[in-house]
């Protein structure tokens, strides 16, 4: 049997070379136009076969060729990060089936084997988050699986529909509109989409699942399960053309700006990245909703570059903290941890959209685009608010982490492992030239929009604005904090996503459980219950009671009987 370090380097590498191999079928894919469609016949008896289909397009090679090599970089990042943990074979090969039921997954054209990858997702996504055995990550584990259930039977739902087009080949479809079928079948998708990919309301297993190990948020995070619901919306893209997609795109972008709003108020390291997963998600939502399903799939490649290295640099920060993930414990890590500092702050200007780094090309063209639709003053407001809040808590986060804030803790280990840090490195370079060369492929032609001055400064000033509220917020000491505390309620709910986990949780089940012990005293230990079941019983048991006590005290019985028939026979 191979050793538990060799199993991870071997596992790392293997994914790294067919990511790699997988990219480079993509782009040629994409430069010849090609689609290749494989049919696997997994079994013939007499005229009933049972096949299962592959596509391999540019877009299924290239999503599939990142995830393998982010997941390459994660798994090699493992053999450090879980080096100690006596089951780190066990999370090996977890992990291994999550990134398999992803590939399985991007591949199919067939809403049957999406299915497989999409239930293998949950199931695997369930055991991954209650990897650390404790209540907090049980009840954390449980509200992420039956969150992504109600996806699960929306796909399930979706099928048993397409038996009405003879074909559960969705990509045969996605060019013909039927308007007495396909309604029900794209509001079954979109719902599927909105569950996966945590939009509102279903948006609070996300920071929840952050009780998973540190690798994990970085897969889930990145690339595999929070972003298979925009591809599979990408994939149905062709419908959405052909439906009012209004509501969907207000829900997209109220799930950008609660995330935002949300993240400025969080002290959770991990929370915050998982927020601004969820605002990242709710752009990626918003832009394909508007139109633009090749826009989406560019941020969903450059945000899978940036976000991946993101959460592994927070992991070895949260690792030389000693487990404390609360950023007020941190301060001058730069000094500390140089390298894994310097690759923390490119994934950040990544996020806030730095000019000419990866996040910078997918950002700005998405802007640009929405600013070209014709939608409403709201929506265009929220758009670019929402932007200068991303920047806003990315700057709050490295005043708090890296500069000069002193909280931390005396004694601290600060090493940075090498092997951590090899794993950053090719991260770094993709978070920082993914997006040009992805750019340069996915758009053989450049793009010219021609906007007023003004309305071109105005993503910049939101950056800049965004930018000076993160470091205002970052600033806050006692007596700047005694404002917030007066208007506590407001800022508590600006901060807890608008009181989601709760209504996703004790809100919605408590009601039930009052209901449920209603029925329970009229019902099960009602009158029926009184008369028929237990009845019978409490007479007999009774009357044993008597009868076992006239045997036992028989002789005093038949004394009190002989006076008590004296007395009345004097009387």
């Known amino acids: 049997m191979l050793g538990k370090v060799s199993l991870y380097i071997l596992g790392s590498l293997m994914l790294l070379i067919s990511g790699i191999m997988f990219f480079i079928f993509g782009v040629y894919f994409l430069i010849l136009d090609y689609s290749l469609f494989l049919d696997w016949e997994i079994l013939s008896l007499n005229s009933c076969s049972i096949m299962m289909t592959f596509i391999f397009d540019w877009i299924s090679l290239i999503f599939l060729g990142c995830v393998f090599i982010i997941s390459s970089m994660v798994v090699y990042y493992s053999e450090s990060y879980m080096g100690s943990d006596i089951y780190s074979v066990r999370f090996y090969f977890l992990v291994l089936m999550f990134v398999l039921s992803m590939m399985m997954m991007i591949v199919s054209p067939n809403l049957m084997s999406i299915l497989i990858g999409w239930d293998g997702l949950g199931l695997v996504s369930y055991c991954l988050v209650i990897y650390f055995q404790n209540y907090k990550s049980y009840s954390a584990g449980m509200l992420t699986v039956l969150t992504n259930r109600v996806g699960d039977v929306a796909i399930l739902l979706a099928i048993a529909w397409m038996m009405n087009f003879g074909s559960w080949h969705y990509i045969f479809y996605v060019s013909v509109w039927d308007d007495s079928w396909m309604m029900y079948l794209i509001m079954l998708i979109v719902l599927a989409g909105f569950t996966k990919s945590a939009q509102i309301p279903f948006s609070s297993w996300l920071p929840a699942a952050m009780a998973a190990p540190t690798p994990v948020s970085a897969l889930v995070h990145s690339s595999t399960l929070v972003t298979a619901g925009v591809y599979l919306l990408i994939r149905f893209s062709d419908l959405l053309k052909s439906i009012d997609c209004s509501f969907f795109l207000l829900l997209s ?235 506590y309620s407001f800022t508590w709910f600006l901060g807890s996503m608008w009181f989601m986990p709760m209504f996703s949780t004790f809100m919605l089940y408590d009601k039930f459980f009052i209901l449920s012990k209603k029925y329970d005293s009229v019902m099960d230990s009602g009158w029926g219950e009184y008369v028929i079941s237990s009845g019978p019983i409490s007479f007999f048991s009774g009357l044993s009671k008597i009868l076992n006590l006239y045997q036992f005290n028989n002789v005093k019985v038949f004394m009190l009987m002989f006076i008590m028939i004296y007395l009345f026979s004097v009387i």
Request: charged residues 5%; contains cysteine.
């Open 253 to 487: 972008v109220m799930t950008m700006f609660m995330a935002g709003l949300g993240a400025n108020f969080e002290y959770d390291l991990k929370k915050i990245i998982a927020l601004s997963t969820l605002s990242q998600l709710g752009l990626m939502m918003s832009i394909l909703f508007i139109g633009y399903p090749i826009l989406a799939f560019f941020h969903l490649l450059t945000h899978a570059f940036f976000k991946a290295l993101l959460f592994l640099c927070a992991g070895l920060m949260i690792h030389c903290m000693s487990d404390s993930q609360d950023i007020r414990h941190m301060g001058v890590m730069i000094n500390h941890l140089p390298f894994t500092c310097a690759c923390f702050l490119i994934s950040n200007f990544s996020l806030c959209g730095l000019p000419f780094m990866s996040g910078f090309y997918s950002k700005d063209i998405i802007i640009e685009m929405m600013s070209h639709s014709s939608f409403n003053t709201f929506i265009f407001i929220i758009f670019f608010l929402s932007v200068g809040l991303t920047v806003s808590y990315s700057t709050r986060l490295l005043f708090f982490c890296l500069s000069f804030n002193m909280n931390s803790y005396v004694c601290q280990s600060y090493t940075e492992d090498g092997i951590m840090m090899k794993s950053m490195i090719l991260l770094s370079f993709l978070a920082i030239f993914g997006g040009s060369t992805l750019s340069w492929l996915l758009f053989n032609c450049p793009t010219l929009i021609l906007f007023p001055f003004y309305l071109k400064f105005l993503p910049l000033v939101s950056v800049l604005f965004g930018g000076w509220l993160g470091y205002e917020f970052s600033m806050i000491g006692l007596f700047n904090s005694i404002f917030f505390l007066n208007y």
